[in-house]
């Protein structure tokens, strides 16, 4: 498992395509979507490639002189045509962890002390949705069982007063200490629906640095995205030890994952001063 996760999208669909203009090609385009490998992945690359055969054998130029980078925005069920990936009409914007567990757009002032939690590698925390290969498994889930757990610290953010449209990268800086100096720290983005259904969006992991010490700013990488949070839903943040069996366990002990027979609990401290996501707001100004 390498420090940092690959881009992919929200619900499991390939991102790629970025470095092709630069790499001399005369005209380049990307199609970003919510699929995996699957029938989906299968019907837009025909209808790409079937567009670009009938400009270039049958001059049908219409369909073929689209925007380069064409995203289907989740939720929202629409498509979006931008000329530069990640789009510039897109914005970073902060969305920070506040006390009490919830999540704010300002900074808070004295977070006061750390929220802990304490991840065992025998009993790891386990994972549900996201990208992956088995399509019965991936996509999005609802999470309350694994947010119910007492090694995953939940923040949950106020109901939207407006739609909120996420289109680009995604990351998460989170202050972190922990007791082994060998862990894993996993930050997933969750929508909450007005009934309370918490569906997994997109995440990511990082294996700290090997007998880390001390507070650690810990830079996280999480899936970049297309997605609209509803109006009247709310954003929540997980932040947890590891998502078992998506990504190997860290056994604490720092031996290699291969090799390790021993396990130890880890402690974390989470300090919410200076931790937060940075969240591609589409339209933010």
């Known amino acids: 498992m390498g420090g940092r996760a690959v881009p992919r999208s929200a619900e499991g669909g390939g991102w790629g395509g970025a470095g092709v203009r630069g790499e001399g090609a005369r005209r380049s385009r990307i199609v970003i979507g919510p699929w995996g490998h699957d029938l989906g992945a299968i019907r837009a690359v025909l209808v790409d490639q079937v567009s670009w055969l009938s400009a270039h054998l049958l001059g049908d130029t219409a369909q073929f002189h689209r925007s380069p980078v064409r995203l ?46 304490t991840y065992d590698p025998a009993r790891p925390t386990r994972s549900v949705g996201g990208p992956l290969l088995d399509m019965k498994e991936s996509r999005q889930r609802d999470n309350r069982d694994i947010e119910a757990r007492p090694d995953v610290l939940v923040y949950t953010g106020a109901p939207l007063s407006r739609h909120l449209d996420l289109v680009g990268p995604v990351s998460a800086t989170v202050r972190v200490r922990t007791d082994t100096g060998h862990a894993d720290l996993f930050v997933r983005l ?3 629906d007005a009934a309370g259904v918490s569906r997994n969006v997109t995440d990511g992991i990082l294996r700290l640095p090997p007998g880390s010490e001390g507070v ?45 027979v021993r396990t130890r609990p880890t402690r974390f401290e989470i300090f919410l001063d200076g931790s937060s996501l940075m969240l591609p707001v589409l339209g933010a100004s």
């Open 72 to 117: 289907y925005l989740q939720r929202a069920n629409q498509w979006l045509d931008f000329d530069t990936w990640p789009p510039r009409e897109s914005a970073p914007t902060p969305l920070y962890l506040l006390p009490h567990r919830r999540l704010g757009w300002e900074a808070p002032g004295g977070a006061g002390g750390p929220d802990t939690f």
């Open 190 to 192: 969750c929508d909450v």
């Open 216 to 260: 650690v700013a810990a830079e996280i990488e999480l899936h970049p995205t297309g997605y609209r949070f509803m109006r009247g839903h709310r954003l929540r943040v997980q932040v947890a030890g590891g998502a078992f069996p998506r990504f190997a366990r860290n056994h604490g002990t720092g031996e290699p994952v291969g090799q390790a």
